[in-house]
T-cell receptor, first 114, second 112 residues
Framework: KAGVTQTPRYLIKTRGQQVTLSCSPI?????VSWYQQTPGQGLQFLFE???????NKGNFPGRFSGRQFSNSRSEMNVSTLELGDSALYLC?????????????FGSGTRLTVV | TQLLEQSPQFLSIQEGENLTVYCNSS?????LQWYRQEPGEGPVLLVT?????EVKKLKRLTFQFGDARKDSSLHITAAQPGDTGLYLC????????????FGQGTTLQVKP
């Protein structure tokens, strides 16, 4: 079965712009979580969506937002980009998000803000 | 904050050597996951340990969950260049969500 697909793989944006990243989970998975990975902070949880509802949110400013569609595909948006937003953005999908098992990550979107 | 501390942060060894990576917390957790991440890719789940004292083996990799469920270790026997990567431990943020809290990771380089 197809894995988790993230698009685009690479993105270069200018400070002040906004960006939208997309994540298509494994078919049948209803939970999608987003993470930011940087060399200094490691992997940090952004938010989780389950059945089109945000179920959990990490400690990030309001410039970071997301949504989930009825087919479980998810998007995250970052507005007013800052240099510090440069990172690898990863999404992970799972059946329900409550299990100890079955977290599958996508290959990520590498965002560079210049 | 229920942090996970991994050690060492970096490890560079020769092919054939053995190594152990540690993941520790001051809090008890219900389960722990280990991931391996290669450059430019997302983390790939290696194993989940759930029961205190549990030992799981995946070929040359041995994972152990501490009796008190506050720590875990990953031991690699006869490391190979293909084992090179970032090893991450992670615990669930709460019982009924998909939130994972990750350790800082251990970067392993295995030289041929």
């Amino acid at each position: 079965k197809a894995g988790v697909t993230q698009t685009p793989r690479y993105l270069i944006k200018t400070r002040g712009q906004q960006v939208t990243l997309s994540c298509s989970p494994i078919s049948g998975h209803r939970s999608v979580s987003w993470y930011q990975q940087t060399p200094g902070q490691g992997l940090q949880f952004l938010f989780e969506y389950f059945s089109e509802t945000q179920r959990n949110k990490g400690n990030f400013p309001g410039r970071f937002s997301g949504r989930q569609f009825s087919n479980s595909r998810s998007e995250m948006n970052v507005s007013t980009l800052e240099l510090g937003d440069s990172a690898l953005y990863l999404c992970a999908s799972s059946l329900t998000g409550g299990s100890n098992y079955g977290y599958t990550f996508g290959s990520g979107t590498r965002l560079t803000v210049v | 904050t229920q942090l996970l501390e991994q050690s060492p942060q970096f490890l560079s060894i020769q092919e054939g050597e053995n190594l152990t990576v540690y993941c520790n917390s001051s809090s008890v957790f219900s389960s722990l996951q280990w991931y391996r991440q290669e450059p430019g890719e997302g983390p790939v789940l290696l194993v989940t340990v759930v029961t205190g004292g549990e030992v799981k083996k995946l070929k040359r990799l041995t994972f152990q969950f501490g009796d008190a469920r506050k720590d875990s270790s990953l031991h690699i026997t006869a490391a190979q260049p293909g084992d090179t990567g970032l090893y991450l431990c992670a615990r669930k943020g709460s019982s009924n969500t998909g939130k994972l809290i990750f350790g800082q990771g251990t970067t392993l380089q295995v030289k041929p």
